[in-house]
């Protein structure tokens, strides 16, 4: 059974930075484009990046350009989102997404960006 696990969020102060993570149970995590995605509330979801098999050619929202750094490591089945200068609208559950068919999303982490 595919399962995606997030970890890493919780609350920060503005400026400060995180490194989400995301492990792969249950398939050839290196088999798989992967997307990070967030979620404020009231908002609906959205793409932050994603990352081919090989980590190679990422591609990013055109608002996550510059402050977010996706990458993986295909050997630990983990995928990564470096978030550095934090804001408060970065506030949002945060959620690993694997492209495939069938698809499969983790259950997400909170990041709480507040003074």
């Known amino acids: 059974q595919v399962q995606l696990v997030e970890s890493g969020g919780g609350l920060v102060q503005p400026g400060g930075s995180l490194r989400l993570s995301c492990r792969a149970f249950g398939s050839t995590f290196g088999d798989y484009f992967m997307s990070w995605y967030r979620q404020a509330p009231g908002k609906e979801r959205e793409l932050i990046a994603t990352i081919p098999r090989t980590g190679d050619n990422v591609d990013y929202a055109d608002s996550a350009q510059g402050r977010f750094t996706i990458s993986r490591d295909n050997a630990k089945s983990t995928m990564y989102l470096e978030i550095h200068s934090l804001k408060p609208e970065d506030t949002a559950a945060y959620y690993c997404?694997?492209?495939?068919?069938?698809?499969?999303w983790g259950q997400g982490t909170q990041v709480t960006v507040s003074s």
């Open positions: 997404y694997r492209r495939s068919i069938p698809d499969y």
